[in-house]
């Protein structure tokens, strides 16, 4: 998996390419926020819907943005410049390049959680979660350090290391979250969990549940802001993008499903509260890991192999501001990854110090209750990670479908693929209408069109 050495770059082989876009889908999303979204929205029919997103919008959009990144060989604002130079569209390309940025910001915090936790799990003292994240200079410490971690590996070529232990430890990360299904499943009080996450009562979807669904599909599959366009311009045209975006859909997905198959067995058995929010699957996991036989190596490992999930996302997300600057602005790739860095980090202070370190970030409740909970994480979360992504899909499947051309969009997605010849005219309707449809319907909700 190359990320550009020097300047651009190709992918060395096709496993490469998906190894390095599911790296990018999995990561926190799925097992982090999947689960405490599933349970604000209700459970089993916020997760059908999900679905329902994932393979009718999210999966079918993917190929449209590694498309126009293939064809044009650039980062988003460099793509969308290289169909329609220097009209308003570049502002989507922008827009796709600060919402890497804002989710960045709030992800390395949380990513910085974790790390902890290998410690805390090591050292066999988990402690009260909601008095860890409400000490300023750890928080602050570990999310500069997953900052760092990830600078280095973008900067250092990913080829060799993260590759490598990708391959390594992406799939021990799925045992062991078998396992843990088998696990949490054999605690008494555990049916009722399953219930939850897989009985659906479809009166609790709402137009705010619906756009939440949206948001994470997008979130998890990390699309939207032309992270896919990033990294469909370092594929080669001989690859079958279809068979790569959906093989990445599906991991994404399972993983994911996994994560709630864990988390909900074991918050029932436990009592504990589904709606909890982001603290949920740390209030969960580490107790759940106390009272297993050889629970803390079990943890300390499960946080190992989650950080290295965040990891490979954060160094996706890293590489949207890198490529931007690298080819728009001629700056020498080694230099530009440390600045990029270090400014994220910054935007990134006060979520950080929103979980209690800071009273004015934690209560700075300047969105509407109904969008978010009122500190500044969860508005970044809401911004950035649902908000901009699904704004962004759809100004890209407009521009895709429409600025650009579906037909031009279907044939640089024919090379590579024989498959997509068939079902060509499906997908030519689905970006041009279907997904910008339900995605601007979805949107509208957000003023309480539906609700
Ligand atoms: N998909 C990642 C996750 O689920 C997060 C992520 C990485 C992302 N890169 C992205 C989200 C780009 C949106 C866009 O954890």
Redesign the pocket.
């Known amino acids: 998996m190359v990320t550009a050495p020097s300047d651009r770059g190709q992918w060395t082989s096709r496993t490469g390419f998906i190894l390095a876009a599911a790296g ?7 097992i982090w ?1 999947f689960p405490y979204v599933v349970g604000q929205n209700g459970g089993a029919a916020f997760v059908l819907l999900y679905f329902g997103f994932v393979i009718l919008i999210g999966v079918p959009y993917m190929f449209a943005e590694l498309a126009l990144g293939r064809a044009a060989q650039k980062n988003p604002v460099g793509a969308v410049q290289a169909v329609r130079p220097n009209s308003p569209w570049r502002l989507v390309g922008l827009l796709g390049v600060i ?2 940025v804002g ?1 960045l910001s709030f ?1 390395g915090v949380i990513a910085g959680w974790t790390f902890g936790y290998i410690f805390k799990m090591a050292a066999g003292r988990v402690g009260d979660f909601g008095a860890f994240i409400a000490s300023p200079w750890p928080v602050l410490g570990l999310f500069a350090l997953f900052m760092f971690l990830t600078a280095s590996i973008v900067h250092g070529g990913i080829q060799g290391g993260i590759e490598r232990w990708s391959k390594i430890l992406m799939p021990i990360l799925f045992l062991l979250l078998v396992a843990l299904v088998v696990y949490a499943n054999s605690l008494s009080g555990a049916s009722k969990g399953l219930s939850f996450y897989l009985h659906p009562d479809f009166s609790k979807i709402t137009g705010r549940v619906a756009l939440a669904a949206l948001g994470q599909a ?8 032309g ?1 896919m366009i990033t990294y469909g311009s370092y594929v080669g045209k001989t690859e079958d993008l279809v068979a790569s975006g959906i093989s990445v859909g599906f991991f ?1 997905t399972m993983i994911a499903f996994l994560a709630g198959l864990i988390i909900f067995p074991a918050l029932f058995a436990m009592g504990q509260d589904p709606a909890a929010g982001p603290a949920l699957v740390f209030a969960v996991l580490p107790e759940l890991f106390t009272r297993m036989p050889g629970g803390l190596l079990v943890g300390t490992l499960f946080f190992i192999l989650l950080s290295v ?2 990891l490979t ?2 160094i ?2 890293l590489e ?1 501001e890198t490529a931007y600057v690298v080819d728009e602005h001629g700056v020498d790739r080694k230099k530009v990854v440390w600045g990029a860095a270090l400014f994220t980090f910054v935007v990134g202070i006060p979520s950080a110090l929103s979980q209690g370190a800071s009273d004015f970030f934690s209560d700075f409740g300047w969105l509407p209750a109904r969008l978010s909970d009122p500190d500044f994480l969860s508005h970044m979360s809401f911004i950035w ?1 649902d908000f901009s ?1 699904a704004f962004g899909a759809l100004m890209l499947s407009i521009f895709v479908g429409w600025v650009w051309g579906a037909n031009k969009a279907a044939d640089e997605i024919e090379q590579g693929s024989s498959f997509f010849a068939q079902t060509r005219g499906i997908w030519v309707f689905m970006i041009r209408f279907f997904i910008p449809v339900v995605i601007f319907v979805i949107l509208l909700n957000l003023f309480g069109v539906f609700d």
């Open positions: 990018s889908a999995i990561g926190l999303g799925n926020r919402t890497g989710i992800y997008f979130f998890s599959l990390s699309l939207g802001m992270l994404d999930a965040a996302s954060t996706s997300l949207v990670g992504l």
